[in-house]
């Protein structure tokens, strides 16, 4: 293995030096590239090739610092050594934070040069080593996959059929005995009540694949022979051949994965679900079995299955559910912008469902989460057609994808609780509670951060809503407007600390808000009639009285 060698510093003698210290082709590698300075290496860098850059720190147009920056940023797996005097021992460190492989120090010795590339070669010859057996292990897992597609789809053909044997074959042992297919998805939450979905590939790192892989092997013993692939395909992670001992192959089957299943859990920390359809003799039979498991392991969004569903015990009801009561009622909600009530009643259109087990499958629970969708889909684009500053809500996304990536119901009303209210705050400028609920928790911020900034646009922003809209209501539910309330809680806040406290004016004014004590002292005297250092005096006098009063009071007792 011959690595490619780039050498960068601004002086061609200390290049010309650095090339003679060096038997390159005793050591399989080869002086590719010579630069001045960090722009050009980078060029060269960009072109591809280099394997290794031994550079210097200080150089005009780009320094080695930002060139090492540059190409880490670029995505480059070139190698560094650096090259640098005993004063620029900081930015040497500075460039650790990039990976670089070696930091030598001048004046440059032959012998820790030569030692620093021989690490580096066994470095790049381990990392090529590695991605050959990475890359090989991808191939042979992109031929079983593929192969195992093909057949399950019906594109399989035998050698010698038409096609000259060239369409990627199945293993041997998948066309004898009885067997069924299993598709395992995994679900990368930590709680059903997450309304974060995951997306594609999510939690999915190669280790991962090979600790269910492992685990299979292992679960074949028990079960009569199992053979598992990663999957392609964004409906599950794996798809299992099992070919179960019989007699009372499956249930044994069922009875071996639920601890499995379990185990696996735990240690990767993601919940498993399979999905198994039925035992067929036929090899080409097999592929309903596949359809079948397709269709079970969906199942897993429904929360009384449990971590492997068997299509055959799936019930089939020749009725469907009919929301559309339901829906008409959660369109009225919305058409009287009652946000509150319409949440509610999502989450009641779901739990009755659930609790009445109406919904005989997946499929059924798809259905509520599509016609509750359209409904506010429907709202939003007839508030859109009558107001010319509203437009439509769209959800940024594919619906089939969105529905696909649910694994529990909780995951559908969170996902139309947000998609609702991302249409009313479209609308009528994000009212995501009711204008009450609204107006109490401004008033309690209001209290509690009377120093703060408390503008109209300021806390309009922090509650997600229209300024002009939060105004009018803030009137409507406290009786004053919004900043005459802010003056008064402020006010009032003053006049306490002034009567229990020996804080100065300006101290008082700061913490209730103002950094000017005279313009402080203006609005207080408005607001109470009085100069704060009047109503001071009028406090201390007022004091000087009650006590005079208690006293005499105690003489008198005596």
Known sequence: MQLNVMIVDDEAYIRSGIKAKIDWERMGLFVAVEASDGAEALQAIERGGIDLVITDITMPVMDGLALIRRATELGSAAKFIIVSGYGEFEYARTAMKYGISEYLLKPLKSEELEASLERIKAECLADEQAWQKESASR????RKEESLLHWLSGSYTRPGDGDGGKAPQPAPEWAAGSMLVGVMKADVLNDVHDAQVPGPGAGRTPTFYRDVETAFQALSE???GCWVVRSVRPEHDFIVLFQPALPGGKDKLIRALVPFLEQLERKIGVRFTVGLGSVHDQAEAVRDSYREALFAVKERILPWTGKVIDYARIPVRADKPNFSADTRLLLRFLKEK??????????HMFRQAVQKKSLSNHNDAYELFIEIYFTIKQFSQEEAAVHADAGAAHTGADLTDIVSAFCHTDQMTDWLYQ????ACRHLIGGQDASGKEIVYRVKAYIREFCSSDLTLNAISEKYHINPI??????????GESFNSYITRVRMEEARSLMGTTSLRLQEIAEIVGYDDSKYFSKVFKKFFGVSPSQYAESQGAQTKEDSAANDAAAITKV
Do not use: C, N, P
């Not at 509150?340 to 009643?345: E, G, L, N, W």
């Not at 998609?419 to 991302?422: A, C, D, G, I």
């Open 469 to 478: 809209y939060f105004s009018r209501i803030f009137k409507t539910y406290v």
């Open 419 to 422: 998609y609702l209210e991302s």
């Open 222 to 224: 028990q079960t009569g």
């Open 338 to 347: 009652k946000w509150d009530k319409a949440k509610a009643h999502i989450d």
């Open 139 to 142: 191939e042979e897992t992109k």
